[in-house]
């Protein structure tokens, strides 16, 4: 029976079966883990054969001799010359090792230099700011001023105050606006001292358990006491492994535990940790991403849950199709990305066309109010070498126009026989705050990228899993194999405050970006019946791409009664072109006719014996869209949430292929709502209904052009912030139906009809932030169920391709926070995907596998050094499949050094 109707709009009985089912699943693995916590925090401690509550408030009492300074704890006078003599501690007079995670935090807590008060004293000259210690010395702080503010760093360091983990005082003394003592990520303490005309001037010494800081009242003029304000050092989120909010699933700056959705923050500290500079290296850290398939080692196409992904850059479209033709396939640079966001399921609610599976979103580095240097130099296996340099800090005296650039060169080998790569990159951004309620940035980029064109291994016909070769097999033409790729990035972004409760975005974004196959492309276009002699085509092409895009977001801050609201209203415009041409130098486009023996190839027999071309010229496709959107969070308490949205999409496509000549008018409303209850500051309960589109070419037998296809999914979660919210978790059970599929109409063998389904359900779980000082934690679990429910070709039942039933990823760190080896880490990680189908007739299969990667590192003051140890036991795996002659394989072991200074 069904309980909704089959259109893809409703729950039918099985999908409400699947969700209690999963929702009860979920309820066990939380209660599991809610009382795996408890018993941490209430674990009883044995003494005398009774059971006592330990007191955590108690401080521990302090060793004969500090651990890790003498590697003892018995004293040394306890030893003699005379056997006969020594004096030997009874057990019970020994400090025990820690056996309990609570005792650890503690130990690890205690070896911390704590600031357990600050006082703010007038002086004769100034005023003072007196730091009180419990024990031990603070070390020396890096100071420097950023416009009126004196901003004092102090590394090893926790705030243990009274009342809180800050302090502020405002308007101290004449001449000095605001006093602050803050805590920041791994173990960090800020001093701020903010001045009202110019920075104040400090001397800094240390008296007994104090340190202080004499100030001095700057006198140079920097402004009015009405520009006199705090300057946040970083310019953007340092959360640690824990970022707290994010902006893609709302486009508004909301907690992440506020969002009915999914959502998964990978921040640059994991990036830097684990020596990632490839897309997919971060992406990994994600549960139910997956790698899809490489486009010849051009780019990176990823699944989520499933179904595709689509990926942006500060909210705007890196393709232009959802998908579709007018994707860029270059592998994206990293360097200049603050962290990447991952929004799991439809989003055609706010970004427009899309698939599914949902949106990866690539955030960039903000120009930053006070001097940064970073040079980093890295190199590995395979000639791998890379210098970066990424400089930041005002170009004015009032910080009002400040600058960020980054600039790559990368030269690399490859495991892959002849293949290899070399990219250049520079990327400037400035930031000018116009006045106090005005930002103006224009961010910038060019990229430049010549690489090997190498589209994997292949499967042997009646084989269902890829051929027994050397990972290292080229089975291409060496003479004929370079890809030639130049972008130029231009971003504008206009940020206004109309007042505290209004404010507008404006957008604007040009991309053009050129590839070339001048030196041309060849790939495999046949196996023979012999089952080792492939033919080989070569190619000589060019395309060109273009887009526009134009993006204004209105937000409003109001409420109605007791409700509050954050209303969001947009309104984007894009224009994407792509041009297509010949770049042969002479003769033919494509030529055709080489063989290559792909178990004892002879690369230098390989002759071409045909041609033809397939630019006839005037080959084009153009695609112009419109995008009204609205969204409201509403805040009906303050636990509970409603988010309502919906966006209507126009889409204008034009294709000319020689005799081919196809246009589409597409219309589209995607709706959004969603729900979150709290029914305390640890947990959020949420539910969501989301919808996405992607246009489709062509008419049916009677004429009738297709519809778009339509992604549904329904979702249900739970989010849980631990140890004080330094650990965050969510646990999500899903639905997505894929519905609209052209697929082959059996009346008419030579048209299709959209009568085609896939579904996808499952649950993601996600882990990530800091367990206790200085030990970070990353990880995910996906279960994934991805099928194919309706088509006349595929048979039903068939899996979708490269979605895994299961998938996971850990990754963790740990800093050494005092002491002689203070700055020291070890990391390790694991990474395991299970077998999954390589095409959708599920043809062949791509085996599972599990790496392991690990990272040794170094940071004192300015200065790091890393080794990351990639595929650390050398497995042989697949990362992907395009079809059964374009199957990925995994990089064996890599070794990578990374040297940075920064100043």
């Known amino acids: 029976m069904s309980l909704w109707d089959r259109s893809g709009q409703f729950f039918d009985t099985k999908t409400v079966q699947f969700l209690v089912r999963e929702t009860a699943r979920s ?22 054969g009774e059971v006592t509550t330990p007191d955590y408030a108690q401080t521990a009492e302090t060793a004969d001799v500090e651990a890790g300074s003498e590697g003892e704890s018995i004293s040394a006078s306890a030893l003699t010359s005379d056997p006969a003599t020594v004096t030997i501690p009874q057990l019970s007079e020994l400090e025990q090792p820690a056996t309990r995670i609570a005792d650890w935090m503690a130990q690890i807590a205690q070896a911390l230099v704590q600031v357990t008060g600050v006082r703010v004293e007038v002086t004769e000259s100034g005023l003072q700011v007196v730091l009180d210690v419990a024990e031990g010395e603070l070390p020396t702080p890096a100071m420097r001023s950023v416009g009126n503010a004196l901003i004092v760093d102090f590394s090893g360091v926790t705030l243990a105050l009274p009342n809180g983990d800050e302090f502020s005082q405002a308007n101290p003394i004449e001449g000095i606006a605001l006093v602050s003592v803050t805590s920041l990520p791994d173990n960090r303490v800020r001093v701020a001292i903010t001045g009202v005309e110019a920075p104040p001037m400090a001397d800094v010494r240390g008296e007994g358990q104090e340190f202080v800081l004499s100030v001095v009242p700057g006198t140079e003029a920097a402004g009015t006491g009405e520009d006199a304000i705090q300057v946040v050092v970083t310019g953007e989120q340092d959360d640690g492994y824990n970022p707290s909010r994010a902006t893609t699933a709302t486009r508004t700056d909301t907690p992440l535990r506020d969002i009915p959705a999914s959502i998964t923050v990978i921040p640059r500290q994991v990036i830097e940790d684990q020596g990632a500079v490839r897309l997919d290296e971060i992406l990994r850290n994600a549960s139910g991403v997956t790698f899809s398939s490489s486009f010849g080692n051009r780019g990176q196409d990823f699944r989520i849950r499933g179904f595709g992904a689509t990926q942006f850059r500060n909210g705007l479209r890196e393709d232009a199709g959802g998908g579709g033709s007018f994707v860029n396939r270059t592998v994206q640079e990293t360097a200049n990305i603050e962290r990447v966001e991952v929004l799991r399921g439809p989003a055609s609610v706010l970004f427009g066309q899309g698939e599914p599976g949902g949106v990866i979103n690539l955030v960039s580095k903000r120009p930053l109010t006070v001097p940064y240097y970073d040079i980093d130099f890295t190199a590995g296996n395979f000639n791998f070498y890379r210098p970066t340099l990424d400089f930041s800090g005002p170009l004015t005296d009032d910080g009002a126009l400040a600058y960020r650039l980054n600039l790559v060169y990368e030269d690399t080998d490859s495991f892959r026989d002849f293949a290899d790569s070399r990219r250049y990159f520079i990327a400037p951004t400035l930031a000018w705050r116009i006045g106090a309620d005005t930002t103006l940035t224009l961010e910038a980029s060019y990229l ?4 090997t064109f190498d589209r994997g291994l292949i499967v042997l016909n009646g084989d269902d899993r890829p051929a027994d070769l050397p990972l290292s097999r080229a089975l291409y033409d060496p003479r004929f194999s370079r890809n030639n790729f130049d972008e ?47 033919e080989i085509e070569a190619y000589f092409g060019e395309q060109f ?4 895009t134009f993006q204004n977001d209105l937000t409003w801050g109001f409420s109605t009664g007791s409700i509050d609201h954050t209303l969001l209203v947009g309104v984007e415009l894009a224009s994407n072109s792509a041009r297509f041409g010949s770049s042969a130098p002479e003769g033919r486009q494509a030529l055709t006719g080489g063989v290559l023996d792909i178990f004892e190839p002879d690369y230098d027999t390989i002759t071409y014996t045909g041609g033809y071309d397939f630019y006839l010229g005037g080959e084009r496709q153009d695609q112009r869209t419109l995008g009204i959107y609205v969204q409201d969070q509403i805040n009906v308490l303050d636990n509970l949430i409603l988010l309502l949205g ?17 246009d589409i008018d597409d219309t589209a409303f995607s709706p959004r709502f969603g729900i979150v209850y709290q029914p305390n500051e640890i947990l ?19 004429n009738t052009p297709f519809e778009p296809t339509r992604g549904t999914q329904y979702e249900i979660g739970v989010k849980a912030d631990f140890l004080d919210g330094r650990l965050s978790s969510t646990l999500a059970a899903y639905d997505i139906t894929r519905s609209n599929i052209t697929t082959p109409d059996p009346d008419n063998p030579n048209f299709s009809i959209q009568v085609g389904e896939q579904r996808g359900r499952g649950i993601d779980f996600d882990i990530a932030g800091e367990i206790l000082p200085g030990w970070n934690v990353i990880a995910g679990y996906s279960y994934l169920d991805a099928s194919i429910t309706r088509d006349n070709n595929f048979e039903v039942g068939n899996q979708l391709n490269n979605a895994p039933r299961n998938s996971a990823s850990l990754w963790t760190t740990y800093t050494i926070q005092s002491g002689d080896l203070r700055g020291l880490g070890f990391g390790a990680g694991v990474f395991f995907v299970d077998q999954r189908a390589g095409d959708l007739a599920n043809s062949f299969m791509i085996p599972g596998y599990t790496r392991f990667d690990a990272a040794l590192y170094y940071n004192r003051d300015n200065f790091r050094a890393a080794l990351n140890f990639k595929n ?5 795996y697949f990362a992907g499949s395009q079809n059964r002659f374009a199957v990925v394989p995994g990089a064996p072991f890599e070794v990578r050094g990374t040297v940075s200074w920064q100043f």
């Open 27 to 48: 309820s066990v693995l939380l209660g599991l883990w809610v009382l795996g916590l408890l018993l941490v925090k209430i674990q009883p401690v044995w003494a005398n």
């Open 448 to 451: 430049q990228d010549r690489r």
């Open 488 to 534: 130029t990035r231009a971003y504008l972004y206009l940020d206004h405050e109309f007042s505290d409760n209004l404010a507008i975005r404006s957008a604007f974004r040009y991309t053009t970006s050129f590839e070339s196959d001048r030196e041309g492309t060849s790939q495999i276009t046949r196996l023979r019946d012999d089952n080792r002699t492939v």
């Open 545 to 548: 791409f273009e887009t526009y």
């Open 646 to 662: 919906g966006r209507f999409d126009y889409v204008n496509s034009e294709e000319r292929f020689g005799d081919f000549r196809q």
């Open 684 to 702: 959020s309960l949420y539910a969501s209904y989301s919808r996405s589109f992607v246009p489709v070419g062509g008419r049916n037998a009677t």
């Open 872 to 876: 650390l036991f050398d497995t042989e």
